[in-house]
């Protein structure tokens, strides 16, 4: 018995191949990071983010892009920093960018993508969200360290 599938059938079977493909190949290039951490933290000085991640590794792994939106749709974000990998398949490394020049007071909103050896630019992590503070995280400590401690 000789089974054939109707034209129909065929491209939504092949379509359904695809996605399937398209799938595995999105779930292969994310999991050549091992991201333990992405976070964003007001400061250290006014108007000013940092965001901060880890790695646990980097496979096939050339750079980190981080974007930044004033809305939380990836979408609108534009590129803030590119950073060179310093981890390996075997070991991962720690990364800072300091996002500056920021309106004080505005929520911002951060993405990570990762850029593989083969030129590909994929999507890490859901945003994450600060806001820029409208004066040094520093300054209490600087001006007033006395304060601060016991006797």
């Known amino acids: ?8 059938h065929r491209r939504a079977a092949g379509i359904g191949l695809a996605v ?9 290039a994310l999991a050549s990071v091992g991201l333990t951490s992405f976070e964003a933290t007001p400061g250290p000085l006014a108007a000013e983010i ?13 750079a980190f892009q981080v ?3 004033t809305q ?5 974000a534009t590129i803030v920093a590119t950073l060179p990998a310093l ?3 075997i070991g991962g490394a720690s990364y800072d960018h300091v996002d500056s020049g920021l309106i004080p007071g505005h929520r911002y909103y951060y993405w990570l993508y990762v850029i593989t050896t083969s030129g590909e630019r994929e999507l890490l992590t859901q945003a994450v969200t600060a806001v820029a503070p ?4 520093l300054s209490l400590r600087t ?9």
């Open 1 to 8: 018995m000789r089974h054939t599938l109707k034209s129909s």
């Open 20 to 28: 399937i493909m398209l799938a595995a190949t999105t779930v292969a």
């Open 50 to 62: 940092t965001v901060s991640w880890t790695t646990e590794t980097e496979v096939d792994t050339i």
């Open 67 to 69: 974007v930044r939106s």
């Open 72 to 76: 939380p749709l990836v979408q609108t």
């Open 87 to 89: 981890g390996s398949g």
């Open 134 to 137: 409208e004066q040094s995280m």
């Open 143 to 151: 001006f007033f360290p006395l304060a601060f401690r016991s006797n």
